[in-house]
């Protein structure tokens, strides 16, 4: 924590598949900003500043069964970056939190923008995003580094292939997405042709990808240590869009049940990620163990759900770091990096994780 208050602009909603997700996040973040003792504004980018009412109440509504639908259209979507950045809140921000989550506000264009504007924000950079969003650059990068990732083929590929070079059932899922929006498992040749139009229809890159039975695990990074390990146990024979967010369709376990020398190396793994894919203050990882104890990342998260619930904050609970420290803590490493204010925080590798590396 810096000595003094910082004026922070929480960044959130915007107008991607997964704003409801944003909101939830954003309005969360601020809250505990707020109880960090920052001065913080919440700034929906399809709506401008929120009040404190409006706040509250997306804070309680949280994220719907399904994606939303018609979304408004995006401030940051205008080409008018003149007007964003005279918004009085931006202008005098000392920093901006993102809590966006998808599309233009998780694939590198708002980090491409804010620095052109010169403006200090959390989480990756433009290289960074654009890499951990893009699931299949993700995964030849991890590839030649010697990171385990399942098979995959991007495209448009017959059913045959897809049975022959993966097998069955095969994962389905968005390349560029997140949330796990439209994450299918396609069990047979007719749900992966019915998995085919639904990309034609939502003119998605697909990404199909050997599914590897075995346990789920995700490990967040803060700073350049991981977290402990969390295990996730879905309702659904996937870890869908309904049961990451809907009560009671998942369990998560932190820490993970898992011998030690797993846990390391899980761990160790995530750091390797966070680095390859040129990420910075947090992240999370995803694996799949399976059944002959083989770990496989299956993607990273530059942006990561930041509810009180969320996979990231629960990694941090476990190690004893409460969701207003590790909110404050992000906007630290942040201000650390770009220099905006001196801070009495040490570097971040000497952030206290129990059970990290």
Known sequence: MTSDPLRIVVLMGGNSEERDVSLASGTQVAHALREAGHNVTAFDTSRGVLTSEEEDRLRDTGVGRRPPGPRPPDLLDTGDTAAFKREPAVADADLLFLALHGGMGEDGTIQALLDVLGRPYTGSGMVGSALAMDKDLTKRLLRDAGIPTPDWIVGDPEPERVEEELGLPVIVK????????????????????????????????????????????????????????????????????????????????????????????????????????????????????????????????????????????????????????????????????????????????????????
């Open 174 to 357: 968005a390349a560029c997405g997140g949330s796990s929006l439209r994450l299918v498992l396609a069990h047979d040749r007719e749900e992966v042709e019915r998995a085919r139009e639904e990309a034609t229809r939502f003119r998605d890159i697909v990404l199909w990808e050997r599914f590897v039975r075995g346990r789920e695990f995700t490990v967040g990074v803060v700073g350049e240590d991981a977290l402990p390990v969390g295990e996730i146990i879905p309702e659904n024979e996937i870890f869908d869009y309904e049961c990451k967010y809907q009560p009671g369709m998942a369990r998560e376990i932190f820490p993970a049940d898992l011998p030690g020398e797993m846990a390391r190396r899980l761990q160790r793994l995530a750091v390797e990620v966070h680095g390859a894919l040129r990420l910075r203050d947090f992240s999370r990882v995803d694996f799949v163990v399976d059944e002959a104890g083989r770990p496989w990342c299956l993607e990273a998260n530059a942006l990561p759900g930041m509810t009180s619930n969320s996979l990231l904050p629960k990694a941090a609970r476990a190690a004893g770091i409460s969701f207003p420290e590790l909110c404050g803590r992000i906007a630290t490493l942040a201000v650390e990096r770009h220099g905006a204010l001196e801070s009495d925080q040490p570097p971040a590798r000497n952030l206290s994780l129990q059970g990290g590396v």
